[in-house]
């Protein structure tokens, strides 16, 4: 684009109309401002790049190219940490499906987390860094029998038990392999983390566990309590994802307790392990206001002491499987602007399109879940007027968005870096090869020099997987 153009086009943004946008996002009084959303530490340098981990992401761009996605290994182990000690007492495991490597696997078995995994795949990668099958949780709606075995082979620590075939199954297995397998019963509870609607019957229509509105999840528990081979030890609940209060968790922890008392009426037994899940939100954008680990602990600690009392039970084994909160906010997502189009719309505003190197391939969320997220541009300071843009990506679908709404400096033009905030999760584990895209590598940065963790899938990769 030349600078005439440029000039042109950045005096018609100014007169521009701006296009209908959502009521919380607000013109940034300073573009250039870094919000809470982004990596600890991470800064602009004296010409405005943005650095993450200490490296600029210019500097990574142009080693590693773009899409690229930065992950800070100093913010990852810092969360890890900061979730091990506010849950002092409690299992904290890692939730291995928001993003899994080998590297991350050695890094969440050096700050003491456990790792919760949903497949034979997600389980092969941490036991091929040696992560103690001890401290590894698995569940998932439709384990195979390959993957059950598998599981219980290596020895994991427990089995989240999802339906009753899988009971039939594990204890067929654990009498050929003579082994005793540790079971928890996923149970869902009827609270819908996503509408806030905390209702008996909510959640009952969906794949997951035994639902608590009928009498499926104590038959589920006395079943496994009665089958050879299964050593029943508790509960397992998840409500959902990104959720910024502890209500969900309060009724969740409620009805999974009143379960709990309900087993020891019926059977005598008091179980020692709970699970509440993960779910814990964390900011894509300034709207959001996630809740202080600290906070969520005590918010946590007090139902769970609240029902306990209420019920007279035991003392409980606690444990918690965050994944987004420890990797989302660590990941940074880097892409090079290839064409900015304003586009005027029928009531004649203009919408800005800001195409970059990636899109619905290196993340599906906002395609998916309309999730929201925050833009900047990375290579330079600007001082021009914010303009209203729509960042998409270069796939052929019309929904191929990065951020639905958002605000860029009017001279954003082609060949410029931008970085999308809070992208380690759900991203990267999620890619896809739509358009024959090659996943976009891994690359931790703030511990030692940069380096990636997953390399980026070549045209090569792509084409030994086709036959011909
Ligand atoms: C997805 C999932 C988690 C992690 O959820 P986050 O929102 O990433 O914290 C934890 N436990 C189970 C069972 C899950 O399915």
Redesign the pocket.
């Known amino acids: 684009m030349s600078a005439w153009r440029l000039a042109r086009y950045s005096v018609d943004m100014a007169e521009s109309v701006l296009p209908p946008l959502p009521d919380w996002l607000t013109v940034p009084s300073n573009l250039n401002a870094l919000g809470a959303m982004w990596p600890r530490g991470a800064v602009r340098d004296d010409q405005g790049v943005l650095c993450v981990g200490g490296c600029s992401v210019v500097e990574l761009a142009q080693r590693f190219g773009t899409p690229l996605l930065v992950l800070d290994e100093t913010d990852f182990r810092a969360r890890a940490k900061a979730w091990v000690e506010a849950f002092s007492g409690w299992d904290v495991?890692y939730?291995g499906?928001?993003f899994l490597s080998k590297a991350v696997a050695r890094w969440v078995d050096e700050e003491g987390l456990g790792l919760?995994v949903?497949s034979g795949n997600e389980l092969a990668t941490a036991l091929a860094v040696g992560f103690p099958a001890s401290r590894i949780g698995f569940?998932g709606n439709n384990k195979s029998l390959d993957e059950l075995r598998q599981a219980v082979e290596a020895g994991v620590g427990r089995i989240?038990v999802d339906c009753d075939e899988e009971i039939s199954r594990l204890s067929a297995i654990a009498s050929d392999l003579g082994k005793h397998v540790r079971v928890l019963v996923?149970v869902t509870t009827g609270v819908d983390a996503h509408t806030h609607e905390y209702i008996a019957t909510a959640g009952a229509d969906q794949k997951?566990g035994f639902s608590l509105t009928n009498e499926r999840a104590l038959a589920a528990l006395v079943a496994c309590h009665e089958t050879p081979g299964l050593a029943l030890a508790g509960v397992?609940s998840?409500i959902?994802?990104?959720?910024f209060d502890t209500a969900g968790f309060s009724v969740a922890a409620q009805r999974t307790m009143d379960l709990l008392a309900a087993f020891r009426d019926a059977t005598g037994v008091e179980l020692e392990e709970l699970d509440l899940?993960?779910?814990?939100?964390i900011a894509y954008t300034p709207a959001d206001t996630p809740v202080a680990v600290e906070d969520f602990h005590a918010g946590l600690a007090a139902i769970v002491e609240e029902n306990r009392t209420r019920l007279g039970l035991g003392a409980l084994r606690l444990s918690i499987?965050?994944?987004?909160?420890i990797v989302?906010p660590a990941g940074v997502a880097v892409y090079t602007v290839g064409v900015v189009k304003p586009q005027v719309l029928e009531d004649g505003s203009t919408r800005v399109y800001v195409s970059v190197d990636g899109g619905m391939s290196d993340n599906i969320r906002p395609a998916l879940y309309h999730a929201d997220y925050t833009g900047v541009l990375a290579n330079r300071h600007s001082d021009a007027v914010p303009m209203a843009v729509r960042v998409v990506g270069k796939h052929c679908e019309s929904g191929d968005i990065l951020v639905h709404d958002g605000y860029l400096p009017s001279d954003t033009r082609p060949g410029d870096v931008l970085a999308l905030a809070a992208c380690g999760?759900?991203t990267r584990s999620m890619a896809s090869n739509y358009n024959m895209a090659t996943k976009v590598p891994v690359v931790a940065v703030g511990e030692g020099t940069p380096r990636a963790i997953m390399r980026r899938e070549t045209l090569d990769d792509l084409l030994r997987l086709d036959l011909g």
Request: charged share 15%; net charge positive.
């Open positions: 495991y939730a499906k928001a919760d949903c569940h989240v996923r997951f397992h998840h959902g994802s990104q959720i899940g993960g779910g814990a939100g499987e965050p994944g987004r909160a989302g999760a759900y």
